[in-house]
């Protein structure tokens, strides 16, 4: 009887749930956004304290230049800092923070291939992504009781709610997304770098780049959660011809981004 409950709740509950991506993806979502934002302005001061900030006027301006210009197409109040490290990376998590690398500041020949990668992360947040994932994961392993994970986050249980996404680990929430979620956030990066008015195309250049860069360190795709380079390159030359477009309905509109690095 008791397992019948629990069954007959486990379906109330996915039903409920129900998302579906910026991309039309359906998606299983039920953890509250206002706990995951909660997570994610957490993981973000942790990094500012233990993470040098980059104090060039130059980069800073940039970087904020590119940031603003797609953050004006999903709106919103978006804090964004550049770090002193030599990765090739940047993030955004939900609360709406962005960071970015020294390293990929410099890889970067123009703003529209910093466009590409900003636009990116911007998307993995769009998509909630970081919540999909904590609702599959406690889903799978905890079923109603993630209920009273949410409700009561102090308990052990909360706590390990919590723990899923990451937060108290290195460098807060960030965990490998699947090659579903980035090459959906690719996707999303590109329409919306183009709605700002930044040039598509050099988002192919920008991975052809960081291919380079990795210098075949990459392991195959199948042992790996990105797609590989020759994947998502593919995959955005197939998406070019209507990102193409929105650049040109962009411009028209006035969108024409000048950003200088």
């Known amino acids: ?150 409700a009561a986050p102090t308990t052990p249980m909360g706590q390990t709610a919590v723990s899923l996404l990451g937060v108290g680990a290195q460098y807060g929430i960030i965990m490998p997304f699947s090659r579903l979620h980035e090459s959906e956030a690719d996707k999303i990066g590109i329409e919306l770098m183009a709605k700002a008015g930044f040039n598509p195309a050099e988002s192919v250049t920008l991975w052809q780049k960081m291919a380079q860069a990795s210098q075949g360190a990459q392991p195959v795709e199948f042992l790996s959660t990105h797609p590989s380079h020759e994947t998502r390159i593919d995959d955005l030359r197939a998406h070019l011809p209507k990102a193409n477009a929105l650049m040109q309905q962009a411009r028209s509109a006035g969108k024409q981004p000048k950003c200088v690095k």
């Open 1 to 150: 009887m008791k397992l019948r409950l629990i069954g007959a709740l486990w379906v109330i509950l996915t039903l409920t749930a129900c998302a579906t991506s910026p991309m039309g993806r359906s998606q299983l979502i039920f953890m509250p956004d206002s706990e995951i934002n909660a997570m994610g302005l957490q993981a973000f001061t942790n990094l500012k304290s233990e993470k040098k900030i980059n104090q060039d006027a130059k980069e800073n301006q940039f970087v904020t230049c590119v940031a603003d210009a797609i953050t004006h197409e999903v709106g919103g109040s978006w804090e964004v800092v550049v770090f002193e490290d030599n990765t090739l990376n940047a993030f955004a998590l939900p609360g709406q923070k962005i960071g970015v690398h020294t390293g990929l500041v410099e890889l970067v020949d123009n703003q529209d291939q910093l466009a590409a990668v900003i636009g990116h992360e911007i998307g993995h947040v769009l998509a909630r992504h970081s919540n999909e994932r904590m609702s599959q994961k406690l889903g799978a392993q905890m079923g109603i009781a993630l209920i009273a994970a949410v």
